[in-house]
C-alpha cells in the first residue's frame, strides 16, 4: 500500500516539474520520502530541486520534523534514522549537520561504510578535500561503491595536486 501511494506522489512530483509548479513538486517528493525514509532513490530526486526558492528555511524545518516523525512512526532503529537523516541534510544542502549524523552511524558495521561514503561526499561539496580524501579512503577500503569512490579519489587528488603547483 505505501508504495503505491508513494509511486503516485513520485509521478505528481514529476508532473507537478513539468507543469513549473516547484512547490508543488517539492511537497510530492517529500512525502514520497516520509512515506519511506529508506527509499534512497528518493533523495536523488529531491537533491535535484534542493536550491528551489521554495525550499527556505522554514520549509526545510518543517519538511524535517515530518521526516523525523515519520521514522519514529515506522519503528527505524536509530542508526537508521541518522543514516536517513544525514542524507537528508546532504540533499538540501546541510552539509555539516549531515556530517555529524554520518559520524555516529560509523560505530555500527551495517552502516560504516556508507556513512564514510556520504560523509566523503558531505566534505567533498564543502571544499575539504582532505577530510573527503580520508572519508573517501575509508569507503574504499571497505569497497562500497567502488566506481564512485574511486572517481572521487581520483579528482581530489588532482585538486590537490593543482592546489600544490599554485602554491610553489
Not at 512512526?73 to 543514516?83: A, F
Not at 555529524?100 to 560523509?119: G, T
Not at 573517501?136 to 581530489?156: C, N, P, V, W
Request: charged share 25%; glycine share 6%; net charge positive.
Amino acid at each position: 500500500m505505501i508504495v503505491q501511494k508513494q509511486k503516485l506522489f513520485i509521478i505528481g512530483g514529476y508532473y507537478y516539474l513539468k507543469k513549473e509548479d516547484t512547490l508543488s513538486a517539492v511537497d510530492d517528493f517529500s512525502t514520497s520520502l516520509i512515506l519511506d525514509p529508506n527509499f534512497y532513490y528518493g533523495y536523488n530526486i529531491f537533491n535535484g530541486l534542493a536550491n528551489a526558492p521554495v525550499l527556505d528555511s522554514v520549509y526545510k524545518k518543517n519538511l524535517e520534523s515530518k521526516f523525523k516523525k515519520s521514522m519514529e512512526e515506522k519503528g527505524y532503529t536509530e542508526v537508521n534514522g541518522r543514516y536517513n537523516l544525514g542524507l537528508f541534510f546532504l540533499k538540501v544542502r546541510k552539509h555539516k549537520q549531515a556530517i555529524l549524523k554520518f559520524q555516529k552511524c560509523l560505530n555500527q558495521e551495517e552502516y560504516k561504510a556508507r556513512a564514510y561514503y556520504s560523509m566523503g561526499l558531505a566534505y567533498y561539496y564543502i571544499r575539504q578535500y582532505e577530510e573527503a580524501l580520508d572519508a573517501f579512503s575509508s569507503a574504499a577500503g571497505m569497497d562500497y561503491k567502488t566506481i564512485e569512490t574511486q572517481r572521487y579519489l581520483l579528482h581530489i587528488s588532482r585538486l590537490n595536486k593543482i592546489k600544490k603547483r599554485n602554491k610553489d
